[in-house]
C-alpha cells in the first residue's frame, strides 16, 4: 500500500493505493494519520480511489483515524471509493457516520 499527501488551501488529501487488509498497512495509515494530527492538519480528504480491497481490520483503522481526528476538533471525509470499497462501507453502515463523495474535488467543496 502507498500512501500520499497533498495540500488543498486548508484541506489535506490523503491519497491510499493498494489493499487495506492488515499488517503493515494498518499501521502505516496509523502512523501516517497521528503525524498529520501532531502536525495541526484538521480537515482530511481520505482518497480511496486507489484501494482495492479493504476487510475488517482495514475498516478498523478508518474508523479509528476518523474518531481520532474528530476529537481533536478536525473532521475527515472519503472520496472516490470503487464499488466493491464503497459496498463494504454502505454494508457495515460507516456511511452514516462519515460523508462519502463520488470525487475528491467534491469532498473539497463538502468542506467548504
Do not use: C, W
Not at 67 to 90: W, Y
Not at 97 to 109: Q, T
Request: glycine share 10%; aromatic share 4%; no cysteine.
Amino acid at each position: 500500500m502507498t500512501i500520499t499527501q497533498k495540500i488543498k488551501g486548508d484541506i489535506l488529501v490523503l491519497s491510499i493505493a493498494g489493499n487495506l487488509v492488515g499488517e503493515p498497512d494498518a499501521s502505516e495509515l496509523r502512523r501516517t494519520v497521528y503525524r498529520i494530527l501532531e502536525q495541526g492538519a484538521r480537515k482530511v480528504v481520505l482518497d480511496l480511489a486507489g484501494l482495492k480491497v479493504i476487510n475488517s481490520m482495514g475498516l478498523g483503522v478508518l474508523i479509528g483515524s476518523l474518531t481520532s481526528m474528530r476529537k481533536r476538533g478536525g473532521d475527515m471525509t472519503f472520496a472516490s471509493p470503487n464499488d466493491k470499497v464503497d459496498g463494504v462501507l454502505h454494508l457495515t453502515q460507516l456511511v452514516k457516520v462519515v460523508r462519502v463523495f463520488d470525487s475528491v474535488d467534491r469532498a473539497l467543496k463538502g468542506f467548504r
